[in-house]
């Protein structure tokens, strides 16, 4: 079996304005370093557009009609301080959230090991009807509730290593047994979320925030030490991962110094427990990264190493 790589142009169609970090170039910068030779032996698909009762096991259909509605026919449209819409926005966001959903069709049916849904606006601060933070859908979410759904996945574990903390994850699974969240995240950063005794109302939240300043050492003993025994113990059925690349060291958007071994480090450490406790079913969604060559390098280690699994 191979790894899945799932994308689609609309998400170059979605633009918050000018100058704004979370932009078009993201998705061609990850479309470049995944063009090199290396690449050439994942499987490679389109993200369909998502059906709303899929996103509707997370979000109410009014919060998704709304969003629809809001939509302007040109122009841009604020929808918090540093989130907005264009004409294509909604439907980028539909292939986002669409891409998980098919990532998790084609690990858990077996057609692949493992996927990479390369995809924007990314979703882990949208709540179930609250946007946020360049969120709109939360696709992590959507995916795991469609692994539930569909797949009778018993229990879901989705790990964060994005700069910010998922808040929308948290929030949506935080009276949920049958999904844990874990997150490294810079603290304090936006959204101001993630301390340690944030734990759900059973016990399946985890978070190990991490200081400005930390790298490498620092963010690979908080994943030894908190998380990954956890996830181990929670005996996943399918591991999904938010997948954020700007806890980089050369990120605009967070103080942490990471760099590519890190992830390479961290993915495979996943993809170990995903190998023990649910045959490798692993399904990783892009969330942040704003620097470009950062963002880059980050998703090829990362890629690499899914496809070595």
Request: include cysteine; aromatic fraction near 6%; hydrophobic fraction near 40%.
């Amino acid at each position: 079996m191979t790894t899945l790589l799932i994308s689609h142009p609309a998400c170059l169609a979605h633009d918050m304005g000018e100058g704004h970090p979370e932009r078009p170039d993201r998705i061609r910068a990850v479309d470049r370093a995944l063009e090199r030779e290396v690449f050439q032996m994942l499987a490679r698909d389109v993200a369909p557009r998502a059906e709303i009762a899929a996103i509707a096991r997370v979000h109410p259909v009014d919060y998704i009609e709304a969003l629809r509605s809001a939509t302007p026919a040109q122009g841009h449209v604020a929808i918090d301080q540093d989130t907005s819409m264009n004409p294509g926005t909604f439907e980028a966001a539909l292939r986002s959230a669409g891409g998980a959903i098919f990532a998790v069709d084609e690990v858990m049916t077996r057609k692949v090991r493992n996927a990479f849904v390369a995809t924007r606006p990314p979703g882990h601060h949208a709540e179930m009807a609250t946007p946020m933070g360049f969120c709109f859908f939360n696709n992590a979410a959507v995916a795991a509730r469609h692994a539930r759904a569909v797949y009778g996945a018993e229990r879901v574990a989705i790990m964060d290593f994005d700069v910010h903390h998922g808040n929308g994850t948290q929030h949506i699974f935080w009276s949920d047994p049958n999904v844990m969240y874990t997150s490294t995240h810079e603290m304090p950063n936006y959204p101001g979320t993630g301390a340690i005794g944030e734990r759900g109302e059973h016990d399946q939240i985890v978070n190990a925030p991490l200081r400005a300043g930390d790298g490498g050492d620092t963010f690979r003993e908080a994943m030894e030490v908190a998380i990954l025994p956890r996830i181990d113990d929670f005996a996943p059925d399918l591991v999904i991962i938010s997948a954020g690349f700007d806890a980089h060291r050369r990120d605009p958007l967070g103080n942490l110094n990471l760099v590519e071994a890190d992830y390479v480090w961290a993915t495979r450490k996943l993809m170990e427990i995903a190998q023990k406790r649910c045959g490798g079913r692993v399904v990783s969604v892009l969330e942040g990264g704003y620097d470009l060559e950062g963002l880059s390098r980050s998703v090829a280690a990362h890629v690499t190493t899914l496809m070595e699994g």
